[in-house]
């Protein structure tokens, strides 16, 4: 045609903060990790620095392969899993009654308030020649670390959820004739909901930092404790063996829950 | 004459702040009759949602006295059912979940909350949406389901606290039309606050004016247009005879409250 317009400048693209292309996403997480492998197996062959770092191939043919077939591993993760899941039961199943009991009565908010704040800021690493002077460096000592760090962080974000509900909700339930005790179960608990899961999400990550340096600490099971051990015997192969089964573990749990997340909040 | 069915009687309430003392209502008095459509307007700050809250019984008064058939209003109850502007749905509960959650204090049977449930939600067309969540909905259809929940558990009066306020000026006409249909077939008793001048005169059998800081009731208007009315009644003479008048009053309060 003869009345085209002259070729206009093209409009500027601008950020929109998407997660572009869902196959594509897919496609570079991947991409990365195999990436990384690679580097770090390139990097193992270089003559100084392979001596600090065992490469993948050493990890699984080396480390892997031994402890496995020792059944080292696997009772290692046995028991670092189960410290993980026990002491943040414990601490989720504190942290609910705590969180909505200081939601609900101010006065008892007031009292614990503070010593959560306090304790809050302090690594719970620090808190292990106290424990072990008191409990020794059986089960309870490294339970008790990790409950008490998954607690904190449980109970804060709970408490958040509580605090942030909207008024109105609770307002029209009352007009609706609902008892203190019916917007407790009615409102508070179902508004709370998400922030319980946020919190069990915290809660495990936390949990599993705690674990494996309360770990390193004293004991002879656990992958902290491989690590610690592999570490006086400079088996490297098996250091990074122990990292990458705690990261592992953590990326499983993680996903787990966020699963449940998906499931039971569909209506947010 | 019939005794009113609320009765609103010297009623002050002052908040204390950080920056001093606010008089939200002073001497506020106001009789409000079984099945009247009772609209109120003024500017932000006049004290109408304060008021709507002590009928609700979700806010205490200083003096005074406020009685609803002979009783005075001393907390929330079930014949007060409250329409707020954000909706207040509970995002956690589909629409039908919604729609039952003041049923059960009514204590009715599971079928007869299913049966009322269902006549509301065809009332304003909502039967489709009954399994949705409040977050699938838009904003008007959200007020539709926050109404007919209002309605549901049957109460002797409904307060609405600017329920089109959020509105596009097209969901608000449809709304503001489905209430009127609604009203002239049940002829509930509404207490509706709005600072649409124009909303009001279409809706309400009687519009109060109430002035600003302190709150106080400055002038009440009949709006002497008849039932069924519609969009179309906005053409009426009358009805920008009253809307003039009432605008003018209301005006006037804005301008002193920017003073």
Redesign the interface.
């Known amino acids: 045609m003869s009345d085209v317009a002259a070729p206009v400048q093209k409009p500027r693209k601008l950020k929109d903060f998407g997660e572009g292309d869902r196959r594509l996403r897919n496609i570079m997480m991947v991409g990365s990790l195999l990436g990384g492998i690679l580097v770090w197996y390139l990097l193992s062959l270089h003559p100084i620095i392979g001596i600090i770092l065992a490469g993948p191939d050493d990890v699984i043919k080396k480390g892997l392969a031994e402890e496995w077939a020792a059944g080292r591993l696997q009772k290692n993760i046995l028991i670092s899993l189960w410290r993980v899941l026990a002491g943040w039961t414990l601490a989720f199943v504190v942290a609910i009654p705590t969180a909505f009991l200081m939601g609900w009565y101010a006065k008892f908010k007031n009292i614990v308030d503070p010593w959560i704040q306090f304790m809050r800021t302090i690594p719970p690493i620090a808190l292990i020649p106290l424990v072990i002077l008191f409990m020794g460096i059986g089960e309870e000592a490294k339970l008790t670390v990790i409950f008490v760090a998954a607690f904190l962080v449980m109970v804060v974000t709970i408490y958040q959820g509580v605090r942030g509900i909207?008024l109105?909700?609770v307002?029209?339930?009352?007009?609706?004739?609902?008892s203190d005790f019916d917007i407790f179960y009615?409102?508070i608990v179902?508004?709370s909901?998400p922030f319980i899961l946020v919190a069990a999400r915290l809660g495990i990550s936390t949990g599993l930092t705690t674990l494996i340096a309360a770990e390193l600490t004293g004991t002879i099971f656990g992958l902290g404790n491989m690590i610690q051990e592999a570490q006086l015997y400079f088996r490297m192969d098996k250091v990074m063996l122990g990292i990458i089964c705690i990261g592992i573990i953590g990326f499983m749990l993680d996903r787990l829950i966020l699963y449940l997340e998906k499931k039971l909040?569909?209506?947010? | 004459m019939a005794e009113p069915l609320i009765k609103i009687e010297h009623v002050n309430k002052t908040y204390q702040g950080v920056s001093g003392d606010v008089e939200a209502l002073k001497d506020v008095n106001l009789n409000i009759d079984e099945n009247e459509f009772i609209a109120i307007v003024g500017p932000s700050g006049c004290g109408k949602t304060t008021l709507l809250n002590i009928l609700a019984g979700l806010e205490s008064y200083d003096s005074g006295s406020v009685t609803m058939q002979g009783q005075p209003i001393v907390g929330p109850g079930i014949d007060r059912g409250v329409i707020f502007q954000q909706y207040a749905l509970f995002p956690w509960l589909t629409v039908r979940k919604n729609m039952q959650f003041g049923l059960k204090y009514r204590g009715y049977s599971k079928e007869k909350q299913e049966q009322i449930t269902n006549h509301y939600m065809e009332m304003v067309g909502l039967t489709e949406f009954a399994n949705l969540y409040p977050k699938e909905l838009s904003g008007g259809m959200k007020q539709r389901v926050a109404i007919a929940r209002g309605y549901a558990t049957s109460p002797t009066v409904l307060l609405m606290d600017e329920p089109f306020g959020a509105l596009d000026a097209q969901t608000r006409a449809q709304l503001q039309e489905d209430l009127l249909r609604t009203w002239e077939t049940e002829r509930k008793t509404i207490f509706f606050i709005t600072h649409d001048v124009e909303e009001a005169v279409l809706l309400a059998q009687r519009v109060v004016m109430m002035s600003a800081r302190p709150g106080r009731v400055k002038q009440t208007v009949k709006v002497d247009l008849p039932y069924p009315r519609n969009q179309e009644t906005k053409i009426l003479p009358r009805f920008n005879e009253i809307k003039n008048h009432i605008w003018a009053n209301v005006y006037q309060e804005y301008l002193s409250v920017k003073k």
């Open positions: 909207d109105t909700l307002k029209a339930a009352y007009t609706f004739g609902a009615r409102v179902p508004a909901f909040t569909r209506w947010q």
